[in-house]
């Protein structure tokens, strides 16, 4: 069996008549899906919301942002995915932790690419207005390469070798109202999820040094119920940590006649260097206070020197965990 990979960062393609995940050419505009399912458009009522774009003043609403792609792509590998996920989301968390991890990747991955696709076309569209080509950093162009190999793992057989490109945690969250809580960082390849009675926080190319780093956390919520501040403030550690990773993803990528191999080469310190930069507490309180916008906890309530930033996971004194019960904030 031949393997075929397509690569759209290599001539940055981004046009309508190619299919996003196979380099397919298209018949018609019609062959095209939506970055965000019409299950979750339908469940949250989405369809015309605005969703804010990568350039901070872009908007486009949910139903409006697609990619294309091919009927045989969604029939044989889009589809049969978000069936998978809608129905583990839908029951909630005691299914969600049930469904592969490859799986969450590759739906996260899908969505994560789907906005990030549509951020480029506006960058290269407004750039080609103005007379200019449109150039992405080699080092961005690298790590958007990467996902995009690991993504078509849904229509080409793709193995994972070694240690896990991704950290991946699953948690339950006490809500009191079902919404659909989505975050994303395209540069550092960060996502968040918060809905039904769980929340997933991912980190999907960092070869699994963030979980590592925030292991003993991990540890400390184990089977517990988290109030949603408590899960806003587990993704700030896992962004702000990843921010701090000083070195990115590596990987052996081979083709045999029958698959793709991904092995991820794991870090190691060098020069006993951390492997991350030094933890700012300051630079933290910022991250920390945009995830805490909904209750109106402002960076100089989170941070003011020379106390430690606020927490709501751990006690300041004994860094026990702080049980969801004691916390009087709205969930």
């Not at 003993?216 to 988290?226: P, R, Y």
Request: net charge negative; glycine share 4%.
């Amino acid at each position: 069996m031949s393997i075929l990979l397509y690569d759209p960062l290599e001539k940055l393609n981004f046009n309508s008549r190619t299919c996003f995940l196979t380099g397919q050419d298209l018949t018609s505009d019609g062959e095209e899906i939506s970055v965000f399912p019409k299950w979750i458009q339908d469940r949250y009522s989405l369809h015309d919301t605005k969703f804010t774009m990568m350039d901070q003043v872009t908007s486009i609403c949910y139903q409006d942002l697609k990619i294309p792609c091919s009927h045989e792509v969604f029939e044989k590998a889009i589809n049969p995915l978000e069936q998978e996920i809608e129905n583990a989301f839908c029951a909630g968390f005691d299914e969600v932790i049930k469904v592969p991890e490859v799986r969450l990747f590759q739906w996260m991955a899908k969505l994560v690419y789907g906005v990030l696709y549509n951020d480029l076309s506006i960058e290269q569209n407004r750039m080609a207005k103005r007379g200019n080509e449109f150039k992405l950093s080699p080092h961005l162009q690298k790590k958007f390469r990467i996902l995009h190999l690991m993504l078509q793992s849904l229509v080409v057989p793709v193995e994972f070798k070694g240690i896990k490109p991704w950290s991946i945690r699953v948690v339950k969250i006490k809500i009191s109202k079902d919404v659909f809580n989505y975050k994303d960082e395209p540069t550092h390849l960060n996502f968040s999820l918060g809905m039904n009675d769980f929340g997933i926080v991912a980190c999907l190319q960092d070869n699994g040094a963030v979980g590592i780093n925030q292991q003993e956390i991990v540890n400390k919520i184990s089977g517990k119920t988290l109030h949603p501040i408590q899960f806003e403030e587990l993704c700030s550690r896992f962004i702000y940590a990843n921010y701090l990773l000083k070195r990115s993803a590596e990987y052996h990528i081979s083709l045999t006649g029958e698959k793709v191999i991904v092995e991820s080469i794991p870090f190691e310190d060098a020069e006993n260097k951390s492997l991350f930069g030094s933890w700012d507490d300051d630079m933290f309180a910022q991250v920390l206070a945009d995830y805490w916008k909904p209750w109106g906890i402002s960076k100089k309530q989170v941070y003011d020197f020379p106390n430690s930033p606020i927490s709501f996971l751990e006690n300041d004194y004994d860094y026990s965990f702080i049980e969801p019960e004691s916390i009087s904030l709205p969930f």
